[in-house]
């Protein structure tokens, strides 16, 4: 019976994991400014799914508006997931840069287009970077001109020992253009020669630059904004224990008990709506008193009392998926936990004999490990959340179905 229980309820988590993972919604919450200056709130459609920057978004000013298409022509910039796009008249090069499709001419192949360019860098001196389908273009920002960085590969022609040899040549002008726009920091002038054309490469160079200048700038990094967060939990448990576990000499019973907890989460997100959150969490005082009991002999009497007090130590792993609901977001919370409970069984003995008394308490340390599935809904606002979840024990006779009420806060982002 035990395994045909473990069995279903294992059952019910997979079909559950499995259908967070499989739905549609891809819906995320950010904003518009308009050409005025003016900032709107809502939510747009997945513009990360293509991994190009998008040429267009769809915005909702909430869940029920049809929603409105954007181009860089119609507002100055967008920000979704963290991300700020800023929307321009650019210069494109298209050249590939894969070794077995480079060309035989060093001049740049050039189209100019309204974009979108994602922000890496915002500060006095941006950085940002074009992605399509062929290359990676990057930018910098005078006043509100965005200039390409220049680079190219390609083949040429050099003698080796007297003899022509075809060999890939790098036009890197993009250090030449950096040397101009990072003035007032001298160490960039060694940093810079050595700087490669890639996001990793030039957002490191930027980060060295405002450390130098000890000016005020942002970082952007769609690889690592929002990905990782922090938080705090408290709660409020209702759960029946069975104490029989603490002593093979009385049974004591069961009893419902409750207990107030506090604990720690880190949450990781696995795609726009689906997260995988890691949870600990203490929890006490659980308590139970059996009433005294009373034996009455010829001489002497001896009154026995029962006490068990103890806390639980609990580890969670659950996935979760949320959708937003005008300024909220509402979720659901499927997954597993491991409970510890320990605690102190006391005897406390109290002999009255005809001359007088004596008094002896035993204490015992007494413990038991439960495994639990769990299920859970709740609504976030902002950094907030409240939830209530339902846990059945599966692998374990001496705790019953846990039912948890509780308050969570999200700090920003681990993840600098």
Same mark, same amino acid.
């Given at each position: 019976?035990?395994?045909? #229980?473990?069995?279903?309820?294992?059952?019910?988590?997979?079909? +559950?994991?499995?259908?967070?993972?499989?739905?549609?919604?891809?819906?995320?919450?950010?904003?518009?400014?308009?050409?005025?200056?003016?900032?709107?709130?809502?939510?747009?459609?997945?513009?990360?799914?293509?991994?190009?920057?998008?040429?267009?978004?769809?915005?909702?000013?909430?869940?029920?508006?049809?929603?409105?298409?954007?181009?860089? =022509?119609?507002?100055?910039?967008?920000?979704?997931?963290?991300?700020?796009?800023?929307?321009?008249?650019?210069?494109?090069?298209?050249?590939?840069?894969?070794?077995?499709?480079?060309?035989?001419?060093?001049?740049?192949?050039?189209?100019?287009?309204? @974009?979108?360019?994602?922000?890496?860098?915002?500060?006095?001196?941006?950085?940002? $970077?074009?992605?399509?389908?062929?290359?990676?273009?990057?930018?910098?920002?005078?006043?509100?001109?965005?200039?390409?960085?220049?680079?190219?590969? =390609? %083949?040429?022609?050099?003698?080796?020992?007297?003899?022509?040899?075809?060999?890939?040549?790098?036009?890197?002008?993009? #250090?030449?253009?950096?040397?101009?726009?990072?003035?007032?920091?001298?160490?960039?002038?060694?940093?810079?020669?050595?700087?490669?054309?890639?996001?990793?490469?030039?957002?490191?160079?930027?980060?060295?630059?405002?450390?130098?200048?000890?000016?005020? %700038?942002?970082?952007?990094?769609?690889?690592?904004? @929002?990905?990782?967060?922090?938080?705090?939990? @408290?709660?409020?448990?209702?759960?029946?224990?069975?104490?029989?576990?603490?002593?093979?000499?009385?049974?004591?019973?069961?009893?419902?008990?409750?207990?107030?907890?506090?604990?720690?989460?880190l949450q990781g997100r696995v795609s726009p709506n689906l997260f995988l959150i890691?949870? +600990?969490?203490?929890?006490?005082?659980?308590?139970?008193?059996?009433?005294?009991?009373?034996?009455?002999?010829? #001489?002497?009497? $001896?009154? *026995? *009392?029962?006490?068990?007090?103890?806390?639980?130590?609990?580890?969670?792993?659950?996935?979760?998926?949320?959708?937003?609901?005008? /300024? %909220?977001?509402?979720?659901? /919370? @499927?997954?597993?936990?491991?409970?510890?409970?320990?605690?102190?069984?006391?005897?406390?003995? #109290?002999?009255? =004999?005809?001359?007088?008394?004596?008094?002896?308490?035993?204490?015992?340390?007494?413990?038991?490990?439960?495994?639990? $599935?769990?299920?859970?809904?709740? $609504?976030?606002?902002?950094?907030?959340?409240?939830?209530?979840?339902?846990?059945?024990?599966?692998?374990?006779?001496?705790?019953?179905?846990?039912?948890?009420?509780?308050?969570?806060?999200?700090?920003?982002?681990?993840?600098?």
């Amino acid at each position: 019976m035990k395994s045909i #229980t473990l069995k279903s309820s294992l059952l019910f988590l997979l079909l +559950l994991i499995t259908f967070t993972i499989t739905a549609q919604d891809h819906l995320l919450e950010g904003y518009i400014q308009t050409h005025d200056g003016e900032t709107i709130h809502g939510y747009l459609d997945d513009v990360f799914k293509e991994g190009t920057n998008p040429s267009k978004i769809i915005f909702r000013k909430n869940m029920e508006d049809p929603g409105k298409e954007y181009d860089p =022509y119609s507002i100055r910039s967008f920000s979704v997931n963290g991300i700020v796009y800023e929307g321009g008249f650019v210069s494109i090069e298209l050249s590939s840069r894969e070794l077995n499709t480079l060309s035989n001419s060093p001049e740049l192949v050039i189209e100019r287009e309204v @974009a979108f360019l994602q922000a890496i860098v915002l500060g006095e001196k941006s950085l940002y $970077v074009y992605k399509n389908t062929v290359v990676d273009n990057f930018y910098i920002k005078n006043d509100s001109v965005f200039e390409l960085l220049e680079y190219k590969k =390609y %083949f040429g022609s050099r003698t080796v020992i007297g003899e022509p040899r075809r060999v890939v040549i790098e036009n890197k002008k993009y #250090t030449g253009q950096l040397t101009i726009y990072l003035t007032g920091c001298p160490e960039m002038s060694s940093e810079i020669p050595t700087t490669k054309y890639n996001q990793k490469a030039l957002t490191r160079l930027f980060s060295k630059y405002y450390n130098c200048t000890k000016e005020d %700038f942002r970082l952007f990094d769609p690889k690592r904004v @929002a990905l990782l967060k922090a938080g705090i939990i @408290a709660n409020y448990s209702l759960t029946s224990l069975n104490y029989n576990f603490t002593t093979i000499n009385a049974q004591i019973g069961s009893d419902a008990t409750s207990a107030y907890g506090v604990g720690l989460s880190l949450q990781g997100r696995v795609s726009p709506n689906l997260f995988l959150i890691g949870e +600990l969490s203490f929890s006490g005082p659980f308590s139970h008193n059996v009433e005294p009991i009373t034996y009455t002999g010829q #001489t002497y009497s $001896v009154e *026995s *009392s029962f006490r068990y007090h103890a806390s639980s130590r609990k580890g969670s792993l659950l996935a979760r998926y949320q959708m937003p609901v005008n /300024n %909220f977001y509402v979720f659901a /919370n @499927a997954g597993l936990a491991l409970d510890r409970i320990n605690g102190i069984y006391q005897v406390q003995q #109290t002999t009255t =004999y005809i001359s007088g008394s004596s008094y002896n308490l035993k204490e015992y340390r007494r413990g038991f490990t439960s495994y639990h $599935v769990l299920a859970g809904v709740g $609504v976030k606002y902002s950094h907030f959340s409240l939830e209530s979840r339902i846990e059945p024990s599966i692998i374990n006779k001496y705790q019953g179905t846990a039912i948890n009420f509780m308050i969570g806060y999200t700090f920003g982002n681990v993840l600098p």
